[in-house]
T-cell receptor, first 112, second 110 residues
Framework: DGGITQSPKYLFRKEGQNVTLSCEQNLNHDAMYWYRQDPGQGLRLIYY???????QKGDIAEGYSVSREKKESFPLTVTSAQKNPTAFYLC???????????FGSGTQLSVL | RKEVEQDPGPFNVPEGATVAFNCTYS??????FFWYRQDCRKEPKLLMSVYSSGNEDGRFTAQLNRASQYISLLIRDSKLSDSATYLC???????????FGTGTSLTVIP
């Protein structure tokens, strides 16, 4: 079945540690996105990519990094510079401009 | 000013009631519009795309008013299973960015 796979479902980060969230899609979508959701708040865009080897900062990119070496994959690294990383992280993809978004099941990141 | 604004609610309605949500957007160049449903700690799932002519899917009706820059979602004959947060989403083709409202919380009461 086609879809977006995020892993892990739960992740714990220690102080000063970088962690990487995985996002893989087999929908042949060009565009991929990372969003952060805090309790009671809307989704905020971290990074997005419209083609391989290109990505753009969203509204809250500080403390995060991404790569897009393959069309199917768009991993997100939460660096130690992100001082408040606890949140629900959602990866999404869309086929082309204006097409609806498909979401992965999310990763809950917490700080130990 | 936020790109997309929604009344956060909560809306608490009895089973069988009709409930309506509205959402306003600020950029007149917005091109496509959606309603998503999100259950607690789950991913958002597409409920409906919204077209200028309006569209209906069973108990759900969505409308778009470009002149006033708002979209609406009407739920008829509410079911317990409709309890969720409903997200309004707007897309600008330029940059292919999606803008989300903060969501409207609905609880359907037996």
């Amino acid at each position: 079945d086609g879809g977006i796979t995020q892993s892990p479902k739960y992740l714990f980060r220690k102080e000063g540690q970088n962690v990487t969230l995985s996002c893989e899609q087999n929908l042949n979508h060009d565009a991929m996105y990372w969003y952060r959701q805090d309790p009671g708040q809307g989704l905020r865009l971290i990074y997005y990519s419209q083609i391989v080897n290109d990505f753009q900062k969203g509204d809250i990119a500080e403390g995060y990094s991404v790569s897009r070496e393959k069309k199917e994959s768009f991993p997100l690294t939460v660096t130690s510079a992100q001082k408040n990383p606890t949140a629900f992280y959602l990866c999404a993809s869309s086929f082309r401009g204006g097409e609806k978004l498909f979401f992965g099941s999310g990763t809950q990141l917490s700080v130990l | 000013r936020k790109e997309v604004e929604q009344d956060p609610g909560p809306f608490n309605v009895p089973e069988g009631a009709t409930v309506a949500f509205n959402c306003t957007y600020s950029n007149s160049a917005s091109q496509s519009f959606f309603w998503y449903r999100q259950d607690c700690r789950k991913e958002p799932k597409l409920l409906m795309s919204v077209y200028s002519s309006g569209n209906e899917d069973g108990r759900f009706t969505a409308q778009l008013n470009r002149a006033s820059q708002y979209i609406s979602l009407l739920i008829r004959d509410s079911k317990l299973s409709d309890s969720a947060t409903y997200l309004c989403v707007v897309n600008l083709y330029t940059g292919n960015q999606f803008y989300f409202g903060t969501g409207t919380s609905l609880t359907v009461i037996p």
